[in-house]
């Protein structure tokens, strides 16, 4: 069982940055990662994937303002520049043993807790 640890939410200005991280309780190599947000009554959708051999994929609502970064060992990190209020939501991350990684929700078996992220304008 992997255990997956975000930290690194909280409040920010429109315009401002904010750096997330997720610990794994194991070495993610062969695993595909990724961060997932839920807005409120809404479903989890993708905001970045990063697999195996280092490709990163980015949502369209993100791509230039978030970058995807991990250690190869095991931690994960998004960097999050010029947010919006439109980003405001609770942040997952999440993994799955797998070569194949995409933004999809349904193929991650093992989640984090979440973290909150708020734009205000």
């Known amino acids: 069982q992997v255990h997956l640890v975000e930290s690194g939410g909280g409040s920010v200005q429109a315009g401002g940055s904010l750096r997330l991280s997720c610990e794994a309780s194991?070495?993610?190599?062969?695993?595909?990662m990724a961060w997932f947000r839920q807005f409120p009554g809404k479903e989890r959708e993708g905001v970045a994937s990063f697999s195996q051999n280092g490709i990163t994929n980015y949502a369209d609502a993100v791509d230039g303002r978030f970058t995807i970064s991990g250690d190869n060992a095991r931690n994960l990190y998004l960097e999050m520049h010029n947010l919006r209020p439109a980003d405001t939501a609770m942040y997952y991350c999440?993994?799955?043993?797998?070569?194949?990684?995409?933004?999809?929700?349904?193929?991650?078996?093992?989640w984090g807790q979440g973290t909150q992220v708020t734009v205000s304008t």
């Open positions: 194991e070495h993610m190599g062969r695993f595909c």
């Open positions: 999440a993994a799955v043993r797998s070569w194949a990684c995409s933004l999809v929700p349904k193929p991650f078996n093992y």
